[in-house]
């Protein structure tokens, strides 16, 4: 990929302090590929924070607080590729799990198959971000695969929305599949994963979403923001899912305050408070497409 990393300027960075090998580390693929087996992936190495000595739990609690470990230096595009300026891509496990199951797929130029080779495609990109949950498995086949079945539709380049359409349901059905076979086994596969891909097909972008990842749009250098996906979440979506079995719940409890606190809303099975993901049988897509230089121009 020809990209420059840059460590963002924070105080982080002076709490850093060696490469580690993390379990499944920030992953982005080529910009282009030829036959659609999975694409070379470039790993880059995750920090880890200063080893140090608290005085206090509250000092340590302080710590988790303001110091976010694993911090990765962002990714970023060293020149313009057509109508794309540049783009830049960043992760952080958090300061909650040890772990990091957000994935990245990034194509500027989508290669045609070699059976349409003779067709008169316009410039094609394709940006994915994969949004994991209960293991990486998930996240890491949508980041290798999801681009890959949105392309060998038919229907792709021209009717762009109908491929996004039937290569998320195609998606969809692969990993079931897998996951089935996997409990066959007695391995039972419970990971899952919000996606939010962005399509550029010539001057007109397509984004799509299943879960609660949102992807947004600053124009007139940052003064409007336009919100480009609608989240799914399981308060707007409680019949549909009582309908499917499923159960929408909310935990209580008390802070150190004495308050009561009421959690977010969630979802059972699954336990997680978003309503939409891959690995679950859902065939709702929310597709928005607009003009690049109709928002650019604003």
């Known amino acids: 990929m020809n990209y420059k990393?840059?460590?963002?300027?924070?105080?982080?960075?002076?709490?850093?302090?060696?490469d580690v090998n993390p379990k499944r580390p920030f992953e982005s693929q080529n910009k282009s590929y030829q036959k659609y087996d999975v694409s070379p992936l470039i790993k880059q190495p995750v920090r880890k924070t200063l080893e140090l000595n608290f005085s206090s739990l509250e000092e340590q609690s302080l710590k988790k607080q303001t110091v976010l470990p694993n911090y990765e230096p962002t990714k970023c595009s060293s020149g313009r590729n057509g109508i794309i300026r540049g783009y830049?891509?960043?992760?952080?496990?958090g300061i909650v799990r040890d772990y990091n199951e957000d994935r990245v797929s990034i194509i500027l130029n989508i290669v045609k198959p070699q059976n349409r080779a003779t067709e008169n495609w316009p410039k094609c990109?394709?940006?994915g971000v994969y949004d994991g949950h209960g293991g990486a498995a998930c996240a890491d086949f949508l980041r290798d695969t999801l681009h890959q079945f949105v392309i060998k539709e038919p229907e792709f380049p021209w009717n762009p929305v109908g491929?996004?359409?039937?290569?998320?349901?195609?998606?969809?059905?692969?990993?079931?599949a897998y996951a089935l076979d996997?409990?066959?086994?007695?391995?039972?596969?419970?990971?899952?994963?919000?996606?939010?891909?962005?399509?550029?097909?010539?001057?007109?972008?397509?984004?799509?979403?299943?879960g609660d990842s949102r992807a947004?749009?600053?124009?007139?250098?940052?003064?409007?923001?336009?919100?480009?996906?609608i989240d799914h979440k399981p308060e707007t979506e409680v019949e549909r899912i009582q309908k499917g079995g499923g159960?929408?719940?909310?935990?209580?409890?008390?802070?150190?305050?004495g308050t009561?606190?009421?959690?977010?809303?969630?979802?059972?099975?699954?336990?997680?408070?978003?309503?939409?993901?891959?690995?679950?049988?859902?065939?709702?897509?929310?597709?928005?497409?607009?003009?690049?230089?109709?928002?650019?121009?604003?």
């Open 5 to 18: 990393q840059r460590d963002a300027p924070s105080f982080l960075n002076k709490y850093l302090q060696r």
């Open 88 to 93: 830049a891509a960043n992760t952080n496990q």
């Open 125 to 127: 990109s394709f940006f």
């Open 163 to 176: 491929a996004i359409k039937k290569g998320f349901e195609a998606a969809e059905n692969h990993f079931l």
């Open 182 to 210: 996997q409990y066959s086994k007695g391995i039972p596969e419970r990971s899952g994963s919000c996606a939010i891909v962005c399509l550029i097909v010539g001057d007109v972008c397509y984004v799509a979403n299943v």
């Open 216 to 229: 947004v749009l600053s124009s007139q250098q940052g003064k409007r923001v336009n919100n480009l996906s």
């Open 247 to 257: 159960k929408i719940y909310q935990t209580q409890g008390i802070n150190e305050e």
């Open 260 to 298: 009561q606190v009421t959690g977010p809303v969630r979802v059972i099975p699954g336990k997680i408070e978003l309503n939409y993901n891959i690995n679950n049988l859902i065939k709702k897509k929310e597709i928005q497409q607009f003009g690049m230089y109709e928002y650019i121009n604003r």
